[in-house]
């Protein structure tokens, strides 16, 4: 069983960055697919990001294409989401989460169904 803890969130400006991190507790992450998502009062939780367990491929929603970057670094068992030219429209909570069918190089899932580990959430705010 795989424990995944977010951090990194806040309350930033239009325009500011800020980085995500999700750490992992319990089992190797290099054997997981990982995805960010975030949800929003009243609203379904939606794929942000997602890594393949080589950190070569990435997946993006297409609203913060250009402007996020999803990175894993598995020796430190953590996922990262690095935010930048943030808009008031990326506030939510954040969550990172682990795909365990994703062992297979240049696998991602934008299912949210399909993640079988999360963790709590990390709150975003970005103020116009």
């Known amino acids: 069983q795989v424990q995944l803890v977010e951090s990194g969130g806040g309350l930033v400006q239009a325009g500011d960055s800020l980085r995500l991190s999700c750490a992992a507790s319990?089992?190797?992450?290099?054997?997981?697919?990982m995805g960010w998502f975030r949800q929003t009062p009243g609203k379904e939780r939606a794929f942000v990001a997602g890594i393949d367990v080589s950190g070569r491929s990435t997946s993006y929603a297409d609203s913060v294409k250009g402007r996020f970057t999803i990175s894993r670094d598995n020796a430190k068992n953590t996922v990262f989401l690095q935010m930048n030219s943030l808009k008031s429209e990326d506030t939510a909570v954040y969550y990172c989460?682990?795909?365990?069918?994703?062992?297979?190089?240049?696998?991602?899932?934008?299912?949210?169904?399909?993640?079988?580990?999360w963790g709590q959430g990390t709150q975003v705010t970005v103020s116009s």
């Open positions: 989460a682990a795909d365990q069918a994703g062992s297979t190089w240049g696998y991602i899932s934008r299912i949210l169904s399909n993640y079988d580990h």
């Open positions: 319990g089992r190797t992450l290099s054997t997981y697919a």
